[in-house]
């Protein structure tokens, strides 16, 4: 059918006959009517567009149903050659409920999925005993979209339901793509490129018809109009012939001898009724006449320049697009070989990581909060929700990897990339779908690796004051289900680790203000699962707030929990050996002033973003806050409302953010 949309890729079809069978999945108008343009616009060069080049447009199938397609060796093979199979996945993400308890919420289904048997498949896998962690199934769709909630048995382990779900259920399918159609009536298999090949042909027949079509109705109207207007020239003689004609053929015949007409011309004059004698009738003929003959003229330009033909191809696909384009729905997530190199895809920009006390995580261009001046009350940085507080932010690369490191001493890995993006307000996604951590398992300290040679081990310490020194190395390769990375005494809990070199130095901060700073090399080498050495000695009461490595041309930057700040050159606390009771940091002012919640390692000239435990976050200059002495409390480095506590600190190195 000569229809504008490319319904084969864009509807998709599916069927089976004697010998044979097609499974053409449906794809979004956007992407096809992008390639198909790119193609017009390199119809010079046709024989050497790529697949690759076309994929840059038609990312894959997108499916009415949305869900997530693994992986694009599978689509690629398809394109390439008209064959492949691609796997599909339901949108499944895992939401945290009171007391410890987990749900599954279902939002998206592959394609051609049936929820009924789906539900139905779930139960009675249930009653069988191979889901023995849930507690709860029910379909709670309505008018505003499809809601399948699974609720988990107190302490389950989410993910591990999640991929049985994906094992056992239609919640994972594989789509067959086989891009069978009839080419002048034969059965062909189409790879992507020669399917849109075949569309653009079929257009440019369907066009070049219409325009010879069109022109020939032009021109047969152009002839009776020429006929009506050298009639009008003589209407008074043409209204005597008529007249004097003793009937309507020998009218006819006198006007076609008399005024060197056609018979069609002739007729058309003696069809013509008096009401168009009137002066406005005749304008209107006149300029229906030079619309005609405009017409013509654009028609036998057109169909005299094929490339003229391409570029109207071009405008309706474009008008297509602008009119009944939307969004992807499909979501494509990379291969899990790693054979699909996402980063081509994702640009490398700083961001901001926060994650919160019930474990919720999100990152956000650090472009989005803008740098203010000191003890500002900032933006809202993240809507916590009731009894949930920011935990932890860090700045980082979307390229670059993230090691988790938990209060149970272990560590999980992933991309930044991987962390889903949100808006500045959002409060994210829980960490349960990031990374597959236990349900009484939390997040205490994150290291952004930008580059795995630029450093040489990772420093750890507890919060009761315990290091160790551990080869980076041995964290290049993480499992998804994590590995110990210090065994911890009961009742400690891992707290920061920081990237060295073997050489540097390290400070460490306590709550109550004390600090001490002593060389890397007091450390010695360990294994993963050692339990490490004492850093420093601790007061009773008394617990660590923070450790950072030591830059000679730094400050040490220390902050309180009710927002005072302040910087303190480096040289003033003197090199010592480790596991000693260290200097005073800061003023005995706990009271007033609060404990020390994060002791940094700054520049003058970075930046530097707090974020409070209500999910306000300020971002301002280092050079803005005042450079103290050891016994001095320090500046207002965020305005708090009442009962509001700085949580976090993270630190923009403006170096990184060049490269």
């Excluded at 007729?267 to 406005?280: E, K, N, P, S, T």
């Amino acid at each position: 059918m000569p229809a504008r949309v490319p319904n084969l890729l864009v509807n998709g079809a599916s069927g089976i006959a004697v010998g044979m069978a097609t499974n053409i999945p449906p794809h979004n108008l956007g992407e096809i009517c992008d390639a198909l343009v790119y193609m017009i616009e390199h119809w010079d060069r046709l024989d050497e567009v790529t697949v690759q080049e076309l994929m840059r447009f038609i990312k894959g199938p997108d499916f009415p149903t949305a869900a997530r397609i693994l992986g694009q060796e599978g689509i690629k093979q398809a394109y390439a050659t008209g064959r492949g199979t691609i796997t599909v996945r339901a949108r499944a993400e895992i939401e945290e409920l009171p007391g410890n308890r987990r749900r599954i919420v279902i939002t998206e289904l592959p394609y051609q999925v049936n929820k009924a048997s789906l539900v139905e498949k779930i139960a009675e896998l249930v009653r069988n005993g191979r889901l023995d962690q849930i507690a709860d199934l029910r379909d709670e769709s309505d008018r505003h979209g499809m809601r399948i909630v699974i609720e988990l048995k107190r302490g389950a382990f989410a993910n591990k339901v999640r991929n049985q779900l994906f094992k056992y259920t239609q919640l994972q399918v594989t789509y067959g793509v086989n891009m069978l159609a009839l080419v002048d009536g034969v059965p062909r298999v189409l790879p992507l490129k020669q399917a849109l090949w075949h569309y653009l042909q079929h257009r440019i027949d369907v066009i070049t018809r219409r325009s010879h079509f069109d022109l020939k109705k032009a021109r047969a109207r152009e002839h009776v109009l020429e006929g009506l207007l050298k009639a009008l020239e003589h209407v008074d003689a043409v209204i005597e012939t008529i007249r004097q004609s003793p009937s309507a053929d020998a009218a006819m015949t006198a006007l076609m001898s008399r005024f060197e007409l056609t018979d069609v011309q002739a007729r058309a004059i003696l069809d013509l009724q008096l009401r168009r004698l009137a002066a406005l009738e005749r304008q209107k003929l006149l300029e229906e006449y030079r619309e005609v003959r405009a017409q013509i003229a654009y028609l036998t330009d057109l169909l005299a320049h094929p490339a003229k033909v391409r570029q109207l191809i071009r405008e309706e696909l474009e008008e297509l697009k602008v009119r009944y384009g939307d969004e992807r729905r499909t979501e494509i997530l990379p291969d899990a070989d790693g054979s699909f190199d996402e980063e081509d895809l994702i640009p490398n920009i700083p961001v901001l990581v926060s994650i919160t006390s019930r474990g919720y995580i999100k990152r956000t261009p650090a472009r989005v909060f803008r740098t203010q001046r000191r003890g500002g009350r900032g933006v809202m940085g993240m809507t916590t929700g009731d009894h949930d507080q920011v935990m932890h932010v860090f700045a980082a690369y979307t390229h670059d990897d993230v090691l988790f490191f938990t209060n149970r001493g272990k560590v999980y890995q992933v991309r930044a990339y991987d962390i889903p993006d949100a808006g500045r307000t959002a409060r994210g996604t829980p960490l349960v779908n990031v990374i597959n951590i236990a349900p009484d398992e939390t997040v205490t300290a994150a290291v952004p690796i930008h580059n795995w040679k630029a450093a040489d081990y990772l420093v750890m310490l507890t919060r009761k004051g315990r290091i160790k020194r551990v080869d980076l190395s041995e964290f290049k390769s993480v499992r998804a289900s994590g590995l110990i990375a210090v065994t911890l005494e009961k009742g400690d809990e891992l707290g920061w680790v920081k990237l060295t070199h073997g050489h540097d130095e390290l400070i460490i901060v306590t709550e109550r203000g004390q600090a001490i700073r002593f060389p890397e090399a007091d450390i010695r080498p360990m294994g993963r699962t050692a339990a490490g050495v004492w850093a420093i000695k601790l007061e009773p009461g008394d617990q660590v707030a923070g450790m950072d490595v030591v830059r000679p041309d730094g400050d040490v930057l220390i902050v309180t929990a009710r927002g005072f700040g302040k910087r303190v050159a480096v040289k003033e606390f003197p090199v010592q050996g480790r596991y000693g009771k260290g200097v005073r940091a800061i003023a005995k002012a706990v009271e007033r002033i609060g404990p020390v919640v994060a002791a940094r390692v700054v520049h003058a000239d970075g930046e530097v973003t707090f974020i409070s435990a209500n999910g306000v976050l300020i971002r301002t200059r280092v050079a803005q806050i005042s450079r103290m002495g050891r016994n001095a409390r320090g500046v207002r480095v965020m305005d708090l409302k009442d009962g509001d506590v700085v949580a976090g600190v993270a630190v923009l190195n403006t170096a990184r953010a060049s490269a």
